[in-house]
């Protein structure tokens, strides 16, 4: 089968597109065929080996976490899917495995059945960055009525965690760049903040949660606009940022997350409902084929895809099989 492979890790001129061995199906596990793949950062960072504290991927890799697709064979032991289920889930990509390939293999905690009414495309991108907004809000206590900001509302995660702040009834404040005012506006939120034009830090504001989807603040700053017990995300788990966390539980009643995403079979299930109650809607900059992912990966690193990017492996017709 054909795969989007990395041999060693480095920049984006390290992916190739290459025939692979179709992967064997092993009891617990289901055998996908991909027809859609969205691409997160976390597929960048593993690439160029920058993720120390989460591992290098086993070589040669697949790039790419989130898929959508349909089943091509159930293990033995796996419960509940048949041949020619429709699936959406994410892949463990230390392991080596990746979703940029015409199949996977998938163990049962990481996939579900993609609900009608969600395309494959927007169910490809789910898991990562909506996963990361549902459960980096619950991690800081989120409840209805809550007043909330959001660093990066216009990226995949920040826009999910507004999408879903906002049908909870918050007071959503979104952070983004002048090219997406718009579209942050669009999300439902009560005022948007232009980073490139004014700080969000000496806004007139204070919230009960600073959700730092584009990891471009720290609590030092984020706290002088939180409530006395304020919550401040942050989405990259750097050293500065745990320390904070460590520091802030003994010395306020502010608290720091540093938060890490887990995925589980529970989360990808709740992400398909919030997708087809029409919570979570991605939107999709661009799509790729295989031989285009090098080109996307650089230009989301530069911060020159606003949206997802999706890549749509080479046996899918140009048009997305509609559910
Ligand atoms: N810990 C975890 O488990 C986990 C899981 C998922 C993602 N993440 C991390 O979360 C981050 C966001 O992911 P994503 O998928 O949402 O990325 P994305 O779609 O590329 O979005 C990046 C966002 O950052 C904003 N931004 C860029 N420079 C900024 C600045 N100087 N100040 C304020 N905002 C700025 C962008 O705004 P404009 O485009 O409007 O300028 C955009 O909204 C990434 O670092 C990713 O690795 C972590």
């Not at 349909?70 to 994410?90: H, I, K, L, Q, T």
């Not at 939120?189 to 989807?213: G, L, N, Q, T």
């Amino acid at each position: 089968m054909r795969a989007v492979i990395f041999e060693r890790c480095g920049d984006e001129s390290v992916l190739a597109v290459k025939d692979v061995p179709k992967p064997a199906c092993g009891p617990r596990e289901l055998l996908v065929r991909v027809t859609s793949v969205s691409l997160n950062p976390v597929d960048y960072k593993l690439r160029q080996g920058m993720l120390r504290f989460l591992g290098r991927p086993r070589l040669p890799a697949i790039t790419g976490k989130d898929f959508a697709g349909v089943v091509e064979f159930v293990g033995a032991e796996m419960r509940g899917y048949s041949v020619g289920d429709r699936v959406f889930g994410s892949v463990d990509s230390l392991t080596g495995a990746g979703a940029c390939a015409e199949y996977l293999v998938i163990t049962e905690d990481r996939v579900a059945r993609t609900p009608d009414g969600v395309t494959d495309e927007q169910a490809s991108c789910l898991c990562v960055a909506a996963g990361t907004a549902l459960r980096g809000l619950e991690s800081a206590g989120f409840a209805a009525g809550q007043s909330v900001l959001i660093t990066g509302a216009s990226g995949a995660v920040g826009a999910a965690a507004a999408q879903i702040a906002v049908r909870r009834g918050a007071k959503v404040t979104g952070v983004c760049g002048s090219n997406n005012v718009e579209y942050v506006r669009s999300l439902g939120v009560e005022r948007v903040v232009d980073y490139k034009r004014e700080d969000w830090a000496a806004i007139d504001s204070v919230y009960d949660i600073v959700f730092d989807a584009a990891a471009s603040s720290s609590f030092a700053v984020a706290r002088r606009r939180m409530t006395a017990k304020g919550v401040y995300v942050n989405t990259v788990p750097m050293p500065g940022v745990m320390l904070s966390s460590a520091w802030a539980r003994v010395t306020s009643r502010q608290r720091c997350i540093a938060f890490m995403l887990d995925m589980s079979h529970a989360l990808i299930e709740q992400l398909g409902a919030l997708a087809r109650e029409g919570v979570l809607v991605a939107r999709v900059a661009r799509t790729v084929d295989f031989e285009g992912v090098a080109d996307a990966q650089r230009a989301m690193a530069e911060g020159k895809i606003y949206g997802k990017a999706c890549v749509r492996p080479p046996s899918i017709a140009s048009q997305q099989p509609q559910p």
